[in-house]
C-alpha cells in the first residue's frame, strides 16, 4: 500500500477550492434569480398560470316602436381546439371533417398549428355541436357563442345594418349605437396548467359581463312591411333599378319606416338576393367584390342625390306663402315659354298646349312651369335662398344613419343666375337626398317646424327599464302655421283634382305633390332614366304621416311620378290608415263620382289628342323630351274603352323614332370649345380629333340624324 | 469526529457524510412526491406513482450502502477489471432487442422484473476500474504514451457507449474521469491540447447533423425568451419556478410549474421545484448538503494514505459533484440545457441505488481514515 503523493494533495486541494468556486457561483446565480429577478419571472409566471377567459356578453336587441324584435342575439355554437391536447391529430381531424363537412385538411393543419387555442368553426348548429361533443374528442371543445340573428330577413335591412362575425356593428344602427348595443365582456379568471386545466388550488374569479343596451326605433313593423311590400311590388312592376319608400311622422319627425329595394338579408350581408347576381358575384376578384357589396348597401333614402323635380314646387310655393309675394289670389299666366333669360328658353311641361291663366293652386294642380318660375322670379334669389336652406337643403339632417350625403345647393346667392333662380324654382338644378326632401315636406306639414329626423326613441337594458331617451328635436322653426295651412290646401287640391290623383283614398284627405326628373349622371342629363317621386301628407287636417316614393328607372313603360310613385303611396297610405284606425270621413264629393271612358288617342298628334281629352274633363302627361305639335302619339294609358273617374290622368308616349331626329349643326371653322359646347347642348355623343380648329364634320351639316350616332369632327 | 480507529477498516464512518446523503436522499424523496404527483395522477390515477417506486429504492440503496460500508473497498481493485467489463456489456446490451426506448433515447434495459440504466452502471464501473488503473501506472501517469494516452482511451470508451443515447451523462462521467486523471497526476502541458480536442469533440456534438436539438439548446441558453413556446420553454419554465419561488417559497406541494408546465419536473428539472416550493432558503440548503458531501469526499481522499483508496474516493465524489453541479446550473440557465438528473433526489431507482452504493464505498474508505491525526 503506498501513499498518495504530494502533488495529488495539492491537486485535491485544488479541486476542494474549485468546487467551492462553483458553488459560490450557483449561489450567486440562485440569488439573482429568486430574488432580485424574482417578481419579473414571477410575473411571467403568473401570466401563464392565469387563463382569463372572456365572457361575451349579450348583445342589445333591436325593436320596433312597439317593442317587436327586429334584431336579436342567438345561441350559437363555435368550435375551439387546443393542439397541445389532440393526440391523433389525423384521426381528430376526419371525425371533425365528417360532421361539420369541411374539408380534413384544412382542419388537420388549424389542429398541428403551435398555438394554445385555434378556431375551427364559428356558429354550427345545435345538431352539429351535439355530435361533436358526443364524440367527446380530447383537446376540441365546443362553446356556446352568441350570434345576430335578423328575424324578418331583409326587412329593414338599411336601417339595422349588420355585424361581422365576432359582432361588431358594421352598418346602420348596428354600427351607430354598436358600444351600446356591445356591452361590457365579462372574464373568468382560474389558474390552469399547462394544459389549461384548472389548478388544485387558487379559486376562480368571475365577472359578470353587463349585457347590450336594446335600442328602440322609431319605426313601426307593420308600417315598415306596408313600404317594403309596396317598394318591392313597384321594383318588379317598374322594372326599375331602385325603389325608396320613406314613412315619417311629421310633429316628431319620427322615421316610420324606410326601405330601398332591391336591398340585403342582413343575416348574411354579403350575398345578393338575387340568384342570378349570386351566380355572377361568384367568380369575381376581391377588389371588384368590394365594390359591389358597397353599392349593396348604399342606403339610397339617405346616401343618394337626385334632382327633386316637381316635387320641389312645394317648397317654392311655401317660401313664397310666408314671405308674402304669393297668395292663395295670385294668378300666373303661362304661354308655354320662358324666353326672357338669355341664352336659354325654359318650356312648360305642357308648352305645345299652354296652361294659360291659372291661380296658384291651379298653377299646382298643373305642376305648370311657367308659373312657378315666375313665382320665384316674385320672391327673389335671396329670399328662395333663405328658405332652401332653412328646409335644410344643402346639408346633413343628422339621421342617426351612416354616409349622409348633404345634397347639391349653390354655395351661396351670389353664384345664382337668373336662370338658376327660374329653373330651382321648379326643382332642377339642384340636388337633394330623399330624407332632406321628405323632412322639409314634413316641416311644412306640421304647422312649420323643421325637425331632425329621429330614428332612435330610447334605449332599454335587460330589464326593460329605460336607460336613456330621445326627445323629438325642433331645428328651426321654417313657416307659420298659416302658410302651412294653406301649402296643405295645395297639395290635397294636387291628389284630388291634380297630377297626383293616383294617390287618392276615398274618404281621407291626402295631400301630395308629384315629379319626374331626367336622372343626371357624370354631370349631363342621361337620355332615357328617369326618376319618378311623390311626395304625400295625409290626413291634410291633421298631418299624421307623411310619405316618399322614389322610383328611379323605371322602365316599364310609364316614368311619371304621378303613374309610378302615387299609386304606390296610396297603397302604403291606404294600409296605413286602416293600421293605425285612422277612420274615414267621407264628403260629398267622394260620394258622387263621376265616371268617364277614356278615349282612343292614339296616332294622333299631341295638339289634337290634348283638345280631345281635356274636353272630357281627363288630364294626361307627356315627357319632356322635344316634341312638335305634330308628334305622334304611339301609346296611352290606361287603354281606350276604360272607365275613369273624371279628372283622372291619361299618360301619352310619343313616337320615339320622330323625337330622336335632329338637324346637324354647322361645326367647320369653330374652335374646339365651342363644338364641345353645341355638341353637349344637343346631347349628342361625339368623337373629337387633333387640335384647333374644325376642319372636317361627318354626318354634314343640316343632315337629319339620330340622336344617338356618334359625330366625328376632325381639327387641324 | 473520529470516535476509535481500532484496527484499519473498522474505525468510525465519517457520519456527517453519511447524515448529509441521508439527508439528500430524504428530502429526493419527499420532492420526487411533491413533483410527481400531477403526473401521477394523470397516468396511473393515483397519485403515490413514483413515491412508492423511490421509496424501494431508497430503502433498497440504504442496505446496498450499509453492505458496501462494511465491505473493504479493496476488493474492488482486484475485480476492477472484470467490473469494468460487465460494465461496458451492460452498456452494449443497450444496442440489443432488450433496450427500450422511452421518449426517442434507448437509456434502459428491460430485465423482465425491472429496468435499469446502464449508464449509471457504468458510471461506477469506470470510476472502480480508472482508479487501478491510475494507480497501477502512478509511476508513469505523466507520461504520454503511458500515462495521457492509455488514459484517454477508456475515457473514451466509457463515454463513447453512452455518449449517443445520453449526452448529459457521458459529459459527468468525462469530467469524472478527467478529475480523477487530473488528481492522480497527469502532465499538465497535455491538457493544452486536450482541452482544445474536447473542445472540438464538444463543437461536433452541439452541431452534429443527426442530433438537431443541441444547437437549438445553445441559442435557447442564450435567449430563452425568444422562443418562449418553442426551444426556449424549458428553461423559461425552470427560470418561471425559481423566480416565483423567491425567498421563502410556495410551500412543500405547492408547486404550480410542476403541472405540465416543467415536463419530467420529478427529473432533470427537480432542483427547479425545490426553489419554487421550498424557495431560495431550501435550494440553498439542498446546495450547502451537496457542498458538505463534496468536502467530506475531498477530505477522505486526502486523508487516506491508501493511493487507490485516494483515487477511488475522489471518483465518487467528482460523480456527485459533477453530476449536481451539472444539474443545477442547468436548472439556474447557467449552461446550456442537458438532460441530467441530481444524485440522491431526482426520480430513478438504478441511478439512487448506484450513487448510495458509490456512497458506502465512500464511507467505507473513511472507516480507514484516522481522522485524530490531523
Known amino acids: ?597 277614356v278615349p282612343d288617342v292614339r296616332n294622333k298628334t299631341i295638339g289634337n289628342a290634348g283638345r280631345i281629352l281635356t274636353e272630357l274633363d281627363l288630364k294626361y302627361t307627356t315627357e319632356y323630351a322635344e316634341l312638335t305639335n305634330e308628334s305622334k302619339i304611339i301609346d296611352q294609358f290606361p287603354l281606350p274603352g276604360v272607365e275613369v273617374q273624371v279628372g283622372s290622368i291619361v299618360d301619352l308616349y310619343m313616337d320615339a323614332k320622330a323625337t330622336n331626329k335632329l338637324t346637324m349643326p354647322y361645326l367647320v371653322g369653330k374652335s374646339k370649345d365651342e363644338v364641345i359646347k353645341i355638341l353637349n347642348d344637343m346631347n349628342l355623343k361625339y368623337d373629337l380629333k387633333g387640335k384647333g380648329n374644325a376642319v372636317m364634320q361627318d354626318p354634314q351639316p343640316g343632315e337629319e340624324i339620330d340622336k344617338n350616332i356618334k359625330i366625328v369632327v376632325k381639327f387641324e | 469526529m473520529a470516535i476509535n480507529n481500532k484496527k484499519k477498516g473498522k474505525g468510525a464512518v465519517d457520519f456527517t457524510l453519511f447524515l448529509s446523503v441521508m439527508m439528500l436522499v430524504f428530502i429526493g424523496i419527499i420532492m420526487v412526491f411533491s413533483a410527481s404527483w400531477p403526473e401521477s395522477m394523470m397516468k396511473f390515477g393515483n397519485g403515490y406513482y413514483f413515491l412508492k417506486k423511490q421509496l424501494v429504492s431508497g430503502i433498497l440503496g440504504f442496505f446496498v450502502l450499509l453492505l458496501c460500508m462494511n465491505l473493504d473497498y479493496k476488493i474492488y481493485k482486484k475485480f476492477s477489471f472484470p467490473i469494468y467489463i460487465l460494465s461496458i456489456i451492460s452498456g452494449l446490451l443497450l444496442f440489443t432487442p432488450l433496450g427500450v426506448e422511452i421518449k426517442g433515447a434507448t437509456r434502459w434495459l428491460n430485465l423482465g422484473f425491472t429496468t435499469i440504466m446502464p449508464s449509471d452502471i457504468i458510471k461506477i464501473g469506470s470510476v472502480i476500474f480508472f482508479a487501478a488503473f491510475l494507480t497501477n501506472k502512478r509511476d508513469k501517469i505523466d507520461s504520454l504514451a503511458h500515462g495521457t494516452i492509455p488514459a484517454l482511451v477508456y475515457i473514451g470508451i466509457s463515454c463513447g457507449i453512452i455518449v449517443a443515447e445520453d449526452l448529459g451523462t457521458a459529459i459527468t462521467l468525462a469530467g469524472t474521469m478527467m478529475a480523477m486523471f487530473f488528481v492522480a497526476g497527469m502532465k499538465l502541458f497535455h491538457l493544452i491540447p486536450l482541452t482544445v480536442g474536447a473542445m472540438g469533440a464538444l463543437w461536433y456534438a452541439v452541431n452534429d447533423p443527426d442530433h438537431p436539438h443541441r444547437i437549438k439548446r445553445i441559442t435557447a441558453f442564450r435567449d430563452p425568451f425568444a422562443d418562449k413556446l418553442g426551444s426556449g420553454w424549458q428553461v423559461v419554465q425552470s427560470l418561471y419556478a425559481l423566480g416565483s419561488g423567491g425567498l421563502f417559497g410556495l410551500g412543500l406541494g405547492k408547486s404550480r410549474q410542476k403541472f405540465f408546465y416543467i415536463s419530467e419536473s420529478y427529473n432533470d428539472f427537480i432542483f427547479a421545484i425545490i426553489g419554487e416550493e421550498l424557495g431560495l432558503l431550501g435550494a440553498l440548503f439542498v446546495l450547502i448538503l451537496f457542498m458538505i458531501v463534496i468536502w467530506r469526499g475531498i477530505v477522505i481522499s486526502l486523508k487516506i494514505e491508501d493511493i487507490y483508496g485516494c483515487f477511488l474516493a475522489t471518483g465518487i465524489t467528482a460523480l456527485v459533484a459533477v453530476q449536481s453541479f451539472i444539474h443545477i446550473a442547468v436548472v439556474t440557465s447557467s449552461i446550456p440545457t442537458t438532460g441530467i438528473t441530481l444524485p440522491f433526489i431526482s426520480f430513478g431507482g438504478t441511478s439512487l441505488i448506484i450513487n448510495m452504493a458509490a456512497i458506502g464505498i465512500l464511507l467505507n474508505i473513511s472507516r480507514h481514515v484516522n481522522f485524530g491525526r490531523s
Open chain 1, 1 to 597: 500500500m503506498s501513499a498518495p503523493s504530494k502533488s495529488s494533495k495539492k491537486r485535491l486541494k485544488f479541486t476542494l477550492f474549485i468546487s467551492f468556486f462553483i458553488v459560490c457561483f450557483l449561489i450567486y446565480r440562485l440569488g439573482k434569480l429568486q430574488v432580485f429577478e424574482s417578481d419579473e419571472l414571477r410575473k411571467g409566471a403568473l401570466e401563464q398560470w392565469t387563463k382569463s377567459i372572456e365572457i361575451k356578453p349579450k348583445r342589445g336587441i333591436i325593436y320596433d316602436r312597439n317593442g317587436k324584435k327586429l334584431a336579436v342575439s342567438v345561441n350559437a355554437f363555435t368550435v375551439w381546439a387546443t393542439p397541445a391536447d389532440i393526440k391523433d391529430p389525423e384521426k381528430t381531424s376526419k371525425a371533425i371533417a365528417e360532421v361539420l363537412d369541411i374539408d380534413e385538411k384544412t382542419i388537420n393543419e388549424k389542429i398541428t398549428q403551435r398555438q394554445s387555442v385555434v378556431k375551427i368553426k364559428q356558429w354550427i348548429t345545435g345538431e352539429e355541436a351535439n355530435e361533436l361533443r358526443k364524440l367527446n374528442l380530447s383537446g376540441v371543445s365546443v362553446v356556446e357563442d352568441n350570434k345576430r340573428y335578423y328575424p324578418n330577413e331583409n326587412f329593414a335591412s338599411y336601417i339595422l345594418g349588420f355585424t361581422d362575425i365576432d359582432n361588431n356593428g358594421l352598418d346602420g344602427i348596428e354600427k351607430i349605437y354598436d358600444d351600446y348595443l356591445t356591452g361590457t365582456p365579462g372574464k373568468w379568471m382560474k389558474m390552469t396548467d399547462a394544459a389549461n386545466r384548472q389548478l388544485p388550488y387558487d379559486g376562480e374569479k368571475i365577472y359578470e359581463p353587463q349585457n347590450g343596451t336594446s335600442i328602440v326605433l322609431t319605426v313601426d313593423e307593420t308600417i315598415q312591411y306596408f313600404a317594403e311590400k309596396a317598394a318591392q311590388q313597384a321594383l318588379i312592376e317598374q322594372k326599375a333599378k331602385n325603389v325608396s319608400v320613406i314613412v315619417m311622422e311629421p310633429n316628431t319627425g319620427d322615421i316610420l319606416a324606410m326601405t330601398t329595394k332591391p336591398d340585403f338579408d342582413p343575416n348574411n350581408p354579403r350575398e345578393p338576393l338575387d340568384d342570378k347576381l349570386k351566380k355572377q358575384w361568384k367568380d369575381l376578384p376581391v377588389e371588384e367584390l368590394n365594390e359591389k357589396w358597397y353599392e349593396l348597401w348604399r342606403n339610397f333614402a339617405v346616401s343618394d342625390i337626385y334632382e327633386p323635380g316637381s316635387t320641389f314646387k312645394v317648397i317654392t310655393a311655401a317660401a313664397a306663402l310666408e314671405e308674402n309675394t304669393a297668395t292663395l289670389d295670385t294668378h300666373y299666366y303661362c304661354n308655354g315659354f320662358i324666353r326672357d333669360i338669355k341664352g336659354a328658353v325654359l318650356k312648360c311641361v305642357r308648352w305645345y298646349n299652354p296652361h294659360g291663366s291659372q291661380s296658384l293652386k291651379e298653377a299646382m294642380n298643373n305642376s305648370c312651369n311657367v308659373a312657378f318660375v315666375n313665382m320665384g322670379r316674385q320672391l327673389g334669389k335671396e329670399n328662395f335662398y333663405k328658405y332652401i336652406k332653412a328646409f335644410g337643403f344643402g346639408e346633413k339632417t343628422k339621421i342617426d344613419l351612416l354616409g349622409e350625403q348633404p345634397g347639391i345647393i349653390p354655395s351661396s346667392t351670389d353664384v345664382i343666375k337668373e336662370v338658376n333662380l327660374a329653373t330651382m324654382s321648379y326643382g332642377h338644378g339642384i340636388a337633394v337626398t330623399p330624407i332632406q326632401l321628405i323632412n322639409a315636406v314634413s316641416a311644412i306639414s306640421n304647422g312649420g317646424d323643421l325637425m331632425k329626423p329621429r330614428l332612435v326613441k330610447e334605449m332599454v337594458d335587460d330589464e326593460g327599464k329605460i336607460v336613456n331617451s330621445f326627445e323629438p328635436e325642433v331645428i328651426r322653426k321654417v313657416v307659420s302655421k298659416q302658410t302651412s295651412k294653406t301649402v296643405l290646401s295645395l297639395l290635397e287640391s294636387v291628389v284630388s283634382e291634380g297630377s297626383g290623383s293616383r294617390a287618392y283614398i276615398p274618404g281621407y284627405k291626402v295631400g301630395g305633390k308629384t315629379g319626374t326628373a331626367q336622372k343626371i349622371i357624370d354631370g349631363r342629363y342621361a337620355p332615357g332614366k328617369y326618376i319618378g317621386s311623390f311626395v304625400g301628407v295625409a290626413p291634410i287636417d291633421n298631418p299624421q304621416i307623411a310619405i316618399l316614393v322614389i322610383v328611379d328607372e323605371p322602365s316599364a313603360g310609364t316614368y311619371y311620378g304621378g303613374s309610378v310613385a302615387a299609386p304606390v303611396a296610396k297603397t302604403v297610405l291606404e294600409e296605413t290608415f286602416n293600421y293605425l284606425e285612422i277612420p274615414p270621413k267621407y264628403s260629398e264629393d267622394d260620394e258622387v263620382i263621376e265616371m268617364v271612358k
